[in-house]
């Protein structure tokens, strides 16, 4: 694959000048609405109004059209009428204006004429190298250089802060950074990016990834103008440890359409963004409170080492409460290891044994009425060996103790790397204790399910994050293969595969296969069968019979010669009944495995992403709890383990009804080896589906028993 | 069951008169909060503020003691200290005073002596007949009469409406009353009901279910003090069609516990309690903005007659935001019927075919620059056959469309039987557009999964309404039994009946067996095998060994004689050597059922609630996947249904794989005949396990193959 490039937005988001085209002095009128923020934010560069009827605007010289201006400008924010959009457009690039943003509306959301306006700016993007914002966007905010290029009402809201926020609508862009502001979480750089029609959303993201200012990404998006980008972007984000959250709607007609579709194509193209989200480490969220919580904790929380939650509360029924949402999710409520619990028990005798979670309104709230206690209560959690995270729960006590306690939690998260959030569910703080609280840097959630979510977006964060340092750490050692060779002999060979052909090119990637061989005669089988051994399994092999329990044409279980002279005529003919024109090159003679346990592994491609690696357990499992899970190449260890893990059946591979733990680790190998061939000869096979692979008890390894490869073409 | 028996609140919540008792000035200590919040609220009865060391409090005559008050007493507010509790509290009951709160802490919460303490509280009540609020509570709100009877500072922000609200947690009630005002939502009654030594959360429910003046009723519980009150209340709240949103922590706990338990045990009560609430129709939420969202909706709208949800918006994302949360609920997004949309696509021709969900702000937004076509829209959705409700959706648009947008909704709205939601993920509306809003009763939600929650519930409530009409319609003809003398014969039993015992007495219920009879030597198997017809099953029949393939005491598929005589040793042989001292009654011969899907069906007792019946498919579906349905006792045909209908693998129940539908009629009737052996003989039976019913192609009817009952003690 040919590295993704990325567009310089430099000249959009830090402009050295700025043209603003179309402007007036109006400020109820979106046209009027340019120039007013750029001057009310104090920006330091040249502003240049240009309006065929105005001289001045604002006490700003007005140029009749942007070729008049004698200076060098950097961007442009276009407020025309849609119809004289491309006019400009293209003496902004006669000008050498290197940015635009298009703030009308008039385009492909609107009608088929629309349609064609935005394929011309499309095309006026890629002859002329202007990168182009919108149309249908009301702009975007450098918020720490003070930068506005659009007309957003947010501009007059938005916190300063270390939040990048990337929305595809500038309708929700508006109406959510509000939200935002109200709980405190600060922007650097906000932007809609609207239709899209040249810069696409994680082209500014991708900018963000890189921004010394952003610490976190919040994106709201709606569908994927190039899937390849979003893939490229999740691992940079991931690389250079810049936490995103994402809202991404579209699970629900996907989901529809996933229900309709049969095991082999059940790479869904949303449930193969929620694989990407779980490979990089992006939250991807329900809802917009829920990407304000998340980004809230993102921005305020160092990533944990572990998922372990320790607890303190005033509250026990809060603890319920939390403890509800969390079934589920990554959480990991630990109690306090055994040295802490002696240590603690004796300086907080009146509560009995102490351990998470700890309820620290217990024992008439003795702790919370001494501010030494409090804070030795908070740090015998903090500070333990078996905690990874601090979830500090508050409800209304009697004042003072609310005061020492939240006092102590303050403390604790200033001297301690860990990351530690509050939960309160009265909504909001009384004012004595938001003053000691705003002393501290933790995030505060006020809805149980926010919370939760944010603290498993933290974990989740923080696993992929020590995962990816342990994965460049591990070489991969290369399959000694010619990859070329191989390519040149797919090009004859028909579009599906054979059973016998599938295997063997599986067996070139050290897939193990059941014993077999193609027999052309009864005779033959029988000289096969006795070398594998009986009990054998009889099946067609021809490329116009892939489905080879609808001919009839497949026998189990074959114990001895006579059998298997039976079986293979009832298979010659029942194959020429169920296809009489079909080539059938011989019958295959294989090996019966009996013991072991069923599941698939696949590959097939994503229309969107590519190349998308399936596994779930056979039979119902799939067929009717569709209980499979996905992930895109190339796959980790570690994300082959998750895939295992994931499917909800996963417990029968583990000791069950009386039968040891399943050979686990050959189907990590397994799924491993598929991803390289997906890599190696992606662009040739479009399908691998092993199915069954049968996984023996641990350390007797797995058989492919069937297998089948689809071509591209 | 006898009926339950509920207090008479009327004291408590409409006293004449009241006593407080330890009331002070000053308003900064609890002790002089209630008189001045009673005076606040201009109670319109006597109080009687009681303090040894006061002649006045705030200018009213004060007493030493409440017995020197020479005029009757409704009820009394306690705020002494802990200790002192008790003995105020035989002067109340010697008074003569009908109601008390006691709003101090100091007991179970506290310590073994406060534990002491409070169950002397309970024995107070119970011996005198006093009903008392509390202890550990911060009291009451009549927000209509202005009675107050507490002092949560709740009371001095809660707006007058139609909720009636119950919260275990004083603390917690405080904490979101402020928030329920926030989003508008009125009450009608508050009540923290603290440790609950006498009144329980349930009796204030009762209460409140009567009332003239609440619409609805939220509760927040965390644990059941009587679950045969919480069984009754849910009854008693549906047959009088008032909704109820409840929020119980908890549900992890049970979570756990449930995961450890096998197939026999899987009715732990949590999952009880989620039972109830979907036969009852209550709105079970996970936090306290969907305890808010759907007490909202419950107050403003009526109930839908169905699930068919037509949707209008502004933003074709958030139509995405809203359906990707609906995935898993009840909501069932519809097209308007053909009649509308021919007539709809001429008044409206901009916008292509009509349909729903219909983009309002799409063809440039014609519809609502023009308040007449905007009507049209709302309308031609609302007036649909094919829709039950209307979800409008509002995001920011240029101003006159918005307004003329909410405009036609709250008209719509107001002409309407059907419940109208508005979701505006923007968070709030502008000033314009909420004066026209305010003008309808439309609740307003800015959260998707809030939204989708309120929308749930209210077509949750709705069907448990119809379906409990139904019931009532539906009477059920007795199965002719003389219930006493089984009774008499169970007496004598075993603890554990055999599988041929436990399957006589489902046959005395109609559950159709298998044909079988028990043999004493191989002649008479063969005997009986021959009357059966071959293939036979060969078990061993012994109360001793109720695990029979633990102890390969069971031998399937046997086809002729030959291999009967054989089997027969063999159980017998090996059931002696499994367990020497068992005593065998015989071999039992048993009809083997080949064909069919096997379900489990089983009773037991919930040490909450009681008889729970249980259904699940059989094998890895409850093994694996623990995908049970449970339901309490007594069952309606429609409970029957759901319960089939709600475990993930009832598709197995369905055309699949080439088989025809299976006997679901079948087996709705077993479940409705359990659940009648479960009323007529729970108090003797505790648990009923037929596993696996063999249920046939539909027509053909369900068998039960195995079957075992254990008794009660």
Same mark, same amino acid.
């Given at each position: 694959m040919?590295p993704v490039?990325?567009?310089n937005l430099?000249?959009?988001?830090?402009p050295k000048s700025?043209?603003?085209?179309?402007?007036?002095?109006?400020p109820k009128?979106?046209?009027?609405l340019?120039l007013?923020?750029?001057l009310?934010h104090?920006?330091?560069?040249?502003?240049?109004?240009?309006?065929?009827s105005r001289?001045?605007?604002?006490?700003?010289?007005c140029?009749h059209n942007?070729l008049?201006?004698?200076?060098?400008?950097?961007?442009?924010?276009?407020?025309?009428?849609?119809?004289t959009?491309?006019?400009?457009?293209?003496?902004?690039?006669?000008k050498?204006?290197?940015?635009?943003?298009i703030g009308?509306?008039?385009?492909?959301?609107l009608d088929e004429d629309?349609?064609?306006?935005?394929?011309r700016?499309?095309?006026?993007?890629?002859?002329?190298?202007?990168r182009i914002?919108?149309?249908?966007?009301?702009?975007?905010?450098?918020?720490h250089?003070?930068i506005?290029?659009?007309?957003s009402?947010?501009q007059e809201?938005?916190?300063?802060?270390?939040?990048?926020y990337?929305?595809?609508?500038?309708?929700?862009l508006?109406?959510?950074?509000?939200?935002?502001?109200?709980?405190?979480?600060?922007?650097?750089?906000?932007?809609?990016?609207?239709?899209?029609?040249?810069?696409?959303?994680?082209?500014?993201?991708?900018?963000?990834?890189?921004?010394?200012?952003?610490?976190a990404?919040a994106?709201?998006?709606?569908?994927?103008?190039?899937p390849?980008?979003?893939? +490229?972007v999740?691992?940079? *984000?991931?690389?250079?440890r !810049?936490p =995103? $959250?994402?809202l991404?709607?579209?699970?629900?007609? /996907? &989901?529809?359409?996933?229900?309709?579709?049969?095991?082999?194509?059940?790479?869904?193209? +949303?449930?193969?963004v929620? *694989?990407?989200?779980?490979? !990089?480490? =992006? $939250?991807?969220?329900?809802?917009?409170?829920?990407? /304000? &919580?998340?980004s809230?904790?993102?921005?305020?929380?160092?990533?944990?080492?572990?998922?372990r939650?320790?607890?303190?509360?005033?509250?026990g029924?809060?603890?319920?409460?939390?403890?509800d949402?969390?079934?589920?999710?990554d959480?990991?409520f630990?109690?306090?290891?055994s040295?802490?619990?002696?240590e603690?028990?004796k300086?907080?005798p009146?509560?009995?044994?102490?351990?998470?979670?700890?309820?620290?309104?217990?024992?008439?709230?003795?702790a919370?009425?001494?501010i030494?206690l409090?804070?030795?209560?908070?740090?015998?959690?903090?500070?333990?060996?078996?905690?990874d995270?601090?979830?500090?729960?508050?409800?209304?006590?009697?004042?003072?103790?609310?005061?020492n306690?939240?006092?102590?939690?303050?403390?604790?998260?200033?001297?301690?790397?860990?990351?530690?959030?509050?939960?309160s569910?009265?909504?909001?703080?009384?004012?004595?204790?938001?003053?000691i609280?705003?002393?501290?840097?933790?995030?505060?959630?006020?809805?149980?399910?926010?919370?939760?979510?944010?603290?498993?977006?933290?974990i989740k964060?923080?696993r992929?994050v020590?995962?990816?340092?342990?994965?460049?750490?591990?070489?991969e050692?290369?399959?000694p293969?010619?990859?070329?060779k191989?390519?040149e002999?797919?090009?004859?060979?028909?579009?599906?595969l054979?059973?016998n052909?599938s295997?063997?090119?599986?067996?070139?990637?050290?897939?193990?296969?059941t014993?077999?061989?193609?027999?052309?005669?009864?005779?033959?089988?029988?000289?096969?069968?006795?070398?594998?051994?009986y009990?054998?399994?009889?099946?067609?092999?021809?490329?116009?019979?892939?489905?080879?329990?609808?001919?009839?044409?497949?026998?189990?279980?074959i114990?001895?010669q006579?059998?298997l002279?039976?079986?293979?005529?009832?298979?010659?003919?029942?194959?020429?009944?169920y296809?009489?024109?079909?080539?059938?090159r011989?019958v295959?003679?294989?090996e019966?495995?009996?013991e072991?346990?069923?599941?698939?592994?696949?590959?097939?491609?994503?229309p969107?992403?590519?190349?998308?690696?399936?596994?779930?357990?056979?039979?119902?499992?799939?067929?009717?709890?569709?209980d499979v899970?996905?992930?895109?190449?190339?796959?980790?260890?570690?994300?082959?383990?998750?895939?295992?893990?994931e499917?909800?059946?996963?417990?029968?591979?583990?000791?069950f009804?009386?039968?040891?733990?399943a050979?686990?680790?050959?189907?990590?190998?397994i799924?491993?080896k598929?991803?390289?061939?997906?890599i190696?000869?992606?662009?040739?096979?479009?399908?691998i589906?092993?199915?069954?692979?049968m996984?023996?008890?641990?350390?007797?390894g797995?058989?492919?028993?069937?297998?089948?490869?689809v071509?591209?073409n």
């Amino acid at each position: 694959m040919k590295p993704v490039e990325y567009p310089n937005l430099g000249p959009l988001f830090r402009p050295k000048s700025i043209a603003i085209i179309g402007a007036t002095e109006d400020p109820k009128r979106i046209a009027g609405l340019p120039l007013k923020y750029a001057l009310d934010h104090g920006y330091r560069g040249k502003i240049f109004p240009v309006n065929p009827s105005r001289d001045l605007v604002r006490g700003l010289k007005c140029y009749h059209n942007v070729l008049d201006i004698p200076e060098e400008v950097d961007a442009a924010v276009i407020v025309v009428p849609a119809e004289t959009v491309l006019d400009v457009l293209e003496q902004c690039a006669q000008k050498g204006i290197k940015a635009a943003v298009i703030g009308v509306s008039g385009f492909a959301e609107l009608d088929e004429d629309g349609r064609k306006r935005q394929d011309r700016i499309t095309e006026i993007a890629k002859q002329t190298g202007m990168r182009i914002c919108g149309p249908n966007t009301n702009g975007l905010l450098n918020v720490h250089e003070s930068i506005s290029l659009g007309y957003s009402f947010a501009q007059e809201v938005v916190l300063p802060g270390r939040l990048g926020y990337v929305s595809q609508s500038g309708a929700l862009l508006s109406a959510t950074v509000p939200r935002f502001t109200n709980r405190g979480v600060g922007m650097s750089y906000f932007v809609g990016a609207g239709n899209q029609a040249d810069l696409e959303v994680f082209d500014y993201v991708r900018y963000l990834i890189d921004d010394k200012n952003t610490d976190a990404i919040a994106v709201y998006v709606e569908g994927f103008n190039n899937p390849q980008k979003f893939m +490229d972007v999740a691992r940079l *984000a991931l690389e250079r440890r !810049k936490p =995103i $959250a994402m809202l991404k709607v579209g699970r629900s007609e /996907m &989901a529809a359409k996933a229900a309709k579709s049969h095991t082999g194509s059940l790479a869904g193209s +949303d449930a193969v963004v929620d *694989a990407i989200c779980k490979q !990089k480490g =992006i $939250a991807r969220v329900n809802d917009f409170d829920e990407l /304000m &919580a998340v980004s809230s904790a993102f921005l305020k929380c160092r990533s944990p080492k572990g998922n372990r939650v320790g607890v303190i509360s005033s509250s026990g029924g809060a603890i319920g409460m939390v403890a509800d949402c969390a079934m589920g999710t990554d959480l990991n409520f630990t109690d306090v290891s055994s040295e802490v619990k002696e240590e603690a028990t004796k300086v907080l005798p009146w509560y009995g044994e102490f351990r998470s979670p700890f309820d620290i309104a217990g024992a008439g709230s003795k702790a919370t009425q001494d501010i030494g206690l409090a804070r030795a209560a908070v740090n015998y959690l903090l500070s333990d060996v078996n905690i990874d995270i601090l979830l500090a729960i508050i409800t209304p006590m009697d004042r003072r103790g609310t005061q020492n306690y939240i006092q102590a939690i303050v403390e604790a998260s200033k001297a301690s790397e860990k990351p530690v959030v509050l939960f309160s569910p009265m909504g909001s703080l009384r004012e004595e204790e938001a003053e000691i609280f705003a002393k501290g840097d933790i995030p505060m959630f006020t809805d149980s399910v926010e919370c939760v979510k944010a603290l498993d977006a933290l974990i989740k964060f923080g696993r992929a994050v020590k995962r990816h340092e342990e994965t460049q750490k591990f070489t991969e050692s290369p399959i000694p293969m010619n990859i070329e060779k191989i390519k040149e002999v797919l090009k004859t060979s028909s579009k599906v595969l054979s059973e016998n052909e599938s295997k063997e090119l599986l067996s070139l990637y050290g897939i193990p296969m059941t014993k077999e061989a193609i027999a052309k005669s009864p005779e033959e089988a029988a000289q096969i069968a006795s070398q594998i051994g009986y009990p054998v399994v009889l099946k067609v092999d021809s490329f116009d019979i892939p489905h080879k329990t609808d001919a009839d044409a497949i026998k189990l279980n074959i114990s001895n010669q006579a059998e298997l002279t039976n079986a293979y005529h009832e298979i010659i003919g029942n194959s020429k009944r169920y296809a009489p024109d079909a080539k059938i090159r011989g019958v295959l003679v294989q090996e019966m495995v009996k013991e072991g346990r069923e599941v698939i592994v696949g590959m097939s491609h994503d229309p969107q992403f590519g190349p998308v690696i399936m596994f779930g357990l056979g039979g119902i499992f799939v067929e009717v709890f569709n209980d499979v899970s996905l992930r895109i190449v190339p796959l980790t260890r570690a994300d082959a383990e998750d895939m295992m893990k994931e499917v909800k059946g996963y417990k029968i591979l583990e000791a069950f009804r009386g039968k040891p733990e399943a050979d686990v680790e050959g189907i990590i190998d397994i799924l491993l080896k598929v991803s390289r061939m997906a890599i190696d000869l992606g662009d040739v096979i479009s399908e691998i589906d092993i199915n069954p692979l049968m996984v023996l008890d641990k350390g007797k390894g797995v058989k492919a028993v069937d297998a089948l490869i689809v071509l591209r073409n």
